[in-house]
């Protein structure tokens, strides 16, 4: 059983009316389980709907979309997975340790196992000292931190991820891309990774899905294919720029008239 | 080095205003003695502190009176304001029926109103003040947390979204904290505004053991020192009010400061 | 929605009156209800039918006569004060931004001026004048005038302060790049760039010279204005209880005009300016 199916699944926006979007059309895709996807693209491909699709934060217009063999709609009820947004989105009146709670305050957890929880996920991200702090008193990368360890507090198998490192400068990303692909490793948790970035996406995938806008649809999967064990030294490895490329190519090659881009580049 | 340096730009700040003060009393001080100004056109610095000084009980306790008044009606006010807001974010009709009223009542000068509801209740009873503070205090809480309840963090929304949250788990949780900073800040703005209509509400009869009914009394009659001293407590009373409510939303939303400041 | 409220308003009232008893009530042992008999609380008919008849037994105008002459003389009177206080309120605010020293001595008194009634020194100034000059006695509006200013004068010179400091540095810079004086900063950039905090002032300002109008006018009973009238119905007020209520409504109308006027300047002046993000 796949982690995610997406079937035939399309969606449009103000069907019918003048300023209708045909925001997704025709979209196929199955993550495995442990598997990391990363879903890139121009602006207005889709991702980010693609993605809020499968988080039941919105409905497909045709399609399917089953997590954990359910259907979105239950999978969400159930709590099967957790999200993480560009902003961090954390309470400003709640300290670190009271905002990873915060899905486990919903689900009704009593405090002492709440509490376990949460110290557990903050050793996880390596922020144990913070857990009294308040979420203006730290950088964004630690406040994406928190953001991540309340997304996994309650143990989902799924994490969703929108572009969750875009406000960071590029040293903290390379940086917490490091530490996003060791706590998943450690976690087995299944990723869809919503990016912008060409390198982000190959670093951190195990496939990188191409999608292309107007109308929004899969136009190329990249298999990585760099193990398991990636660090620093992955980053300049031949490889690893074989994939950057490739990816890069087949970005070009969604753009309309792109045949002479590609005798550009010979 | 840096000592002196930090002292000098102390000094930098510090100087100017007590400067100013000071010129200023002195002048004053000296335009009564020199053209010997009688002391019920307006007193002398040193008369007031004369009365200050020497009956410090009648001051306090008319301040007192005033500021329970106020008091009462900040917080009276405050709380039905914010209760308003929320059920009106529920309720829009209560919101249509309100504003309107709000806008009316920010134009007319509150001393009008007062003076009707002096009308409207005994002569013994410090109610009718009481209730024209929290009338005030009301809209303007009313307002401001109107404005920050339609403020919506979209991320936390969507966050709450995926975590399958009921609405009324979504309004415990985010939206009314995220009205808090709203509701300080508008307690902070009420509570000076609490003081003078507790203030101007004594000027329109009903008992007189306030501060509002003092100054008036004295600075209408003779004893323009004692007046001045009463005024002198009024301004501390206000002074209190709007130390207190900034400290308390220090204390109470602390991640303000960076916005305040900022 | 505004007459709905209006309606809903005076239904209360009736409601209230019918219901309400007559010497006042207690809740919970606080003497909370107010009193219903017709003396306290008159009937919302007998208000507005008040306003057609004269103002004395046997006189000839209509007392809404009386009380709309009063009231268009306290408008002239508030719109003259609230124009002073804003004037010089932007005026000593430009000083404080050129001057630093000017600021520092000056800011202090600004911020306490917002938290302390200053409205009680109104009989103060009242008595400054009256020593200035004998004539100046009999015109007791420059009286009402000088209050309002006062009162109009401190929230614009916050206001503009502010927005002449929180210029953005980068638009600062620019102007420093192409080499322009103060002054023509001042003018060109702050000044502009300082209206989204100003106009709102301007709204309190005018609200704040109508009180400081309106309570000069109570304290002296200055003829001819509309708190005059209010003193002296309210006087009558046991004899003919609707008639204090007819000052009222002029009262709340000489707001609701200076409401309407300084909510039409705000919107003139931010034309130009994008929508508030709220």
Redesign the interface.
Known sequence: MEAVRVAGVSKVFNQGAVNQVDALVDIDLDVRKGEFVSLIGPSGCGKSTLLRLI?D?IQPTTGEVTVNGKTAHQA??D?D?G?A?????L???RTVERNIE??L??KGWDKPKRRARSAEMLTLVKLTEFSQH???QLSGGMQQRVAIARALAAHPELLLMDEPFGALDEMTREHMQAELLRICRETGTTVVFVTHSIPEAVYLADRVVVMSPRPGRITATVDVGLGRDRNELTREATEFYDRVTEVREALRGTHVGDVVAGLEDR | MKFTARVRSSLAVILPPIVLGVVFIALWQAWVEIKDVQPFVIPKPSAIIDALREDPDLVVKASVVTGVNALVGLVLGSVIGFVAAVLTNRYRLIGDLVNPLAVTVAAVPAVVIVGVLNNMYALDSQIGRRLMVTIAVFFIVFVQVAKGLRHN?P??M??M?????TPR?VLL??RI?NT?PFLFTAIRTAAPIAVIIALVSEYFGGTQDGLGSKISGTLNGSNKALGFAYVVGGSIVGLLFFAGSSLLEYLV???QR?RVHG | MFPLAFVFVAGLWEAYKSVGPEAGGKVLGIRLLPRTADRAMPHVWDMTSRLGRPEVRGGTEAIWQVVAAATWYSFRVALVAFVIGALLGVGVAVLMARFKVVERAVMPYLIVSQTVPIIVLGPLIIGLMAYGSRDLVSKTWIAAIILGVFLAFFPVAVATLRGLQSTPPASLELMESLAAPWWRTLVKLRFPAAIPFIAPALRLAGAAAVVGVVVAEISLGVPGGVGRLILSYGQDASSDPPKLYTAVFGAAVLGLAMALLVVAIDRQLMRRHPPEAT
């Not at chain 1, 947004?85 to 989105?89: L, T, V, Y």
């Not at chain 2, 979204?161 to 949250?165: I, L, R």
């Open positions: 988080a934060l969400r009820l709590q997975y999200m947004f560009q902003q961090s989105g309470f400003d009146w915060l899905p305050e919903l308040m979420p203006w | 963090n991320t936390q969507e966050l979204d995926s975590y399958a949250a788990q949780r985010v904290p808090m939303v602390p991640w960076r």
